[in-house]
C-alpha cells in the first residue's frame, strides 16, 4: 500500500503518466478483466510453444511483461516514451520469452490465431512484434490500445473461450482481425521507468 501511495505522489509531482521502455506492466483486457498471462506450460496442439492466457487474478507475477524495442528497430532506452504506431516487443518477466504469434490455430476458438511465448531471453523472430494502436500521440496509462501483430495485422484478442487442464479457467489469448472491445488493453499494476535517471520509477505494485 505505501508504493501505491508513493506513486500517486511521484505522479501528480512528474505530471506523466506515460507508458515506457523497459518499464513492467501487466496488461488487463477491457472486456474480461483478465491480464495477459504466460507459465511454463506448453500448448498440446498448434505449435507446441509456451502458452500465453488470461487470468483474473491481479497478484501472480506471471503477468508482467517487460517493453523493449520492435526486433527491427533501434534499442529504445529506459524511460523513452512509446509513440501510437510504435512497434514493439513484451518480453515476459518470469521466462524471458515474447509475446508472439504466427498462422498456427488458435487452441480452442479455430477461426482465430494462436497467441504464444517465444525465443530465449528476450531473442525471437519477427513474429514477436507488436504495433501500438492508441488515439494519442504517446502510450499512456489511462488509454485504452490494441495491439496489432505487425506481421499478420491480426490484433490481440481475449477469445473468451476457457482452457480445462491443466489451466483450468483460464483465458484463452489470440489474434483476431476484429476490432471488439475483446482487443482493448489498458496497464494496471506497473513498474513504470522514467527518462533521465537511473532508478527513478514509479510503482503501483510491489
Not at 508504493?3 to 506492466?25: A, D, K, N, P
Not at 487474478?57 to 506471471?62: E, I, K, L, T
Not at 499478420?152 to 473468451?160: E, F, R
Request: aromatic share 6%; net charge negative.
Amino acid at each position: 500500500m505505501i508504493w501505491v501511495f508513493l506513486s500517486l505522489i511521484l505522479e501528480l509531482v512528474s505530471g506523466t503518466e506515460l507508458v515506457t521502455c523497459t518499464s513492467m506492466i501487466k496488461l488487463q483486457n477491457l472486456q474480461r478483466g483478465v491480464r495477459l498471462h504466460s507459465h511454463g506450460v506448453k500448448y498440446g496442439s498448434g505449435s507446441g510453444q509456451q502458452s500465453v492466457t488470461g487470468v483474473p487474478d491481479g497478484d501472480d507475477v506471471n503477468s508482467y511483461w517487460t517493453i523493449l524495442s520492435g526486433s527491427t528497430k533501434p534499442t529504445c532506452a529506459r524511460g523513452d516514451e512509446i509513440k501510437c504506431g510504435g512497434v514493439i516487443r513484451l518480453q515476459h518477466a518470469q521466462t524471458g520469452k515474447n509475446l508472439h504469434s504466427h498462422l498456427f490455430t488458435a487452441p480452442i476458438t479455430n477461426h482465430m490465431q494462436e497467441v504464444s511465448a517465444f525465443g530465449e531471453e528476450g531473442k525471437g523472430d519477427s513474429g514477436d512484434d507488436w504495433q501500438v494502436v492508441c488515439s494519442t500521440d504517446v502510450w499512456l496509462q489511462s488509454s485504452p490500445v490494441r495491439l496489432k501483430h505487425l506481421a499478420t495485422s491480426k490484433y490481440l484478442t481475449v477469445s473468451g473461450a476457457t482452457f480445462g487442464h491443466p489451466i483450468p479457467g483460464q483465458y484463452e489469448i489470440t489474434a483476431h482481425s476484429s476490432l471488439s472491445d475483446g482487443s482493448l488493453w489498458k496497464p494496471t499494476e506497473s513498474i513504470m521507468f522514467l527518462s533521465g535517471s537511473d532508478d527513478n520509477s514509479l510503482h503501483d505494485e510491489l
